[in-house]
């Protein structure tokens, strides 16, 4: 197992997870496109766990603002902390960047809600598209 920096070649795979996830899916697939992956990984990075030359699981913070953009766990890989590693290793680099804070939103009642309640997120409402909102301080 290793947690490296994406490069161009994995987009695929990413996008392959983002849209095999159980809950959180994108009712409209194409709002993430392939473009928005690539410029990510370029502007401010993304993270994948990789096992056997198999990208399992990905997440980005955007270090403009220091919000998660993505955490993302191959659905027959979930349970194994993947998704707890990836996510301090984003949260690494928004603090390098200089964020005290990282903020991030998820579908309410969902998995993702008790995962980041568990992980030390607090709840901060819903925002205006009814996604929960959280924060966390990067110590």
């Known amino acids: ?9 994995d987009v695929l795979r990413i996008r392959e997870i983002r849209a095999d996830v159980r809950e959180n899916r994108l009712s409209h697939p194409e709002r993430v496109s ?3 992956v690539v410029a990510f990984i370029e502007r ?16 980005a913070g955007d270090l ?6 993505a955490l993302f766990v191959d659905p027959s890989c979930e349970g194994r902390g993947i998704g707890q590693a990836l996510i ?20 309410p009642g969902s998995r993702a809600e008790r995962f980041y309640r568990r992980n030390g997120w607090t709840a901060n409402g819903l925002d205006a598209r009814g996604e929960m909102r959280f924060s966390k301080a990067l110590m």
Not at 48 to 57: A, F, K, M, N
């Open 1 to 9: 197992m290793a947690i490296r920096a994406a490069t161009l070649d």
């Open 44 to 59: 401010c990075g993304v993270w994948v766990w990789e096992e056997d030359g198999i990208i399992l699981g990905f997440s």
């Open 88 to 107: 301090a290793e984003s949260c690494a680099g928004l603090r390098a960047a200089g964020h005290t804070m990282a903020t991030l939103t998820t579908q």
């Open 34 to 36: 392939a473009a928005d």
């Open 64 to 69: 403009a603002d220091g919000t998660i953009w």
